[in-house]
């Protein structure tokens, strides 16, 4: 399955899309012991209005972190039916920036390396003879070994010197290019697809050889539509929620 990611218009994600990326680190943290704030809680402690908050808590419905039912009120799901997986909502570039938050993942250098076959396929125009430099981690959430993905990252040769610069401890490598280089992201594509894990995966993710992972690859261009980054990642079957929410225009 490929899709293209729709551009937010400005770099700061939308204050709805702010707001429930902090819920769902609070709720995933077990931070609201006492129980789920109400909307006019939420709207008095964040100072945003009651339509922000309703726009948030509809992402976490639907991503399954909370339910919510009229005259009760909002509940957290618990823990067991949202079985410490990372919960993925994208729907544009905020939600996109947002990835992997409440998680953590250090990168390690792997210099330059030929793209897996899997991802020359993605190249278009590029040259499928060159060597990207690629990168390599393990995501996990505080306080649970569990590997929750497998990510490899590869960037354009032309972005080297770049690369030699990047955190590898921060997380979302791409959102650190603008800053460093100038480079804006104007389109992302990704292929989903459900496979068999392969050798290498299952070790490094603590999985039996052929279970069930989801593979997504993403594919990052600049605004005059060159490709600069490729990431492959491995996602167990069981610990990987995507969330992807669709308006409908009246």
Not at 95 to 116: C, F, K, M, N
Not at 135 to 141: E, I
Not at 155 to 174: N, Q, Y
Request: aromatic share 6%; hydrophobic share 40%.
């Amino acid at each position: 399955m490929t899709e293209c990611v729709p551009l937010a218009k400005d770099r700061e994600p939308p204050r709805y899309l702010q707001l429930a990326g902090d819920l769902r680190r609070k709720v995933l943290a077990g931070g609201f012991p006492a129980g789920f704030p109400t909307e006019a809680e939420l709207c008095a402690h964040y100072g945003v209005s009651r339509f922000t908050v309703r726009e948030a808590l509809r992402r976490l419905q639907a991503e399954g972190l909370i339910s919510r039912r009229r005259g009760s009120g909002t509940s957290i799901q618990p823990a067991a039916a949202r079985g410490r997986a990372l919960h993925q909502p994208l729907s544009n570039i905020g939600e996109l920036l947002q990835y992997g938050r409440g998680s953590q993942i250090t990168y390690r250098p792997l210099g330059r390396v030929d793209l897996p076959g899997l991802a020359v396929s993605h190249l278009g125009q590029t040259r499928a003879d060159e060597q990207w430099i690629g990168f390599s981690g393990l995501r996990t959430l505080p306080g649970d070994p569990r590997p929750l993905a497998l990510t490899e990252v590869f960037f354009a040769p032309r972005l080297e010197a770049v690369c030699a610069r990047l955190d590898l401890s921060s997380g979302t490598l791409f959102a650190q290019l603008d800053e460093l280089a100038g480079i804006n992201v104007g389109k992302v594509t990704q292929d989903i697809q459900a496979i068999p894990a392969g050798s290498e995966a299952a070790r490094l993710l603590g999985l039996r050889r052929g279970s069930p992972v989801l593979r997504v690859i993403r594919c990052y261009h600049d605004l005059s539509g060159r490709l600069f980054e490729i990431s492959v990642t491995h996602h167990p079957g069981d610990r990987f929620v995507y969330s992807m929410h669709i308006d409908v225009e009246g």
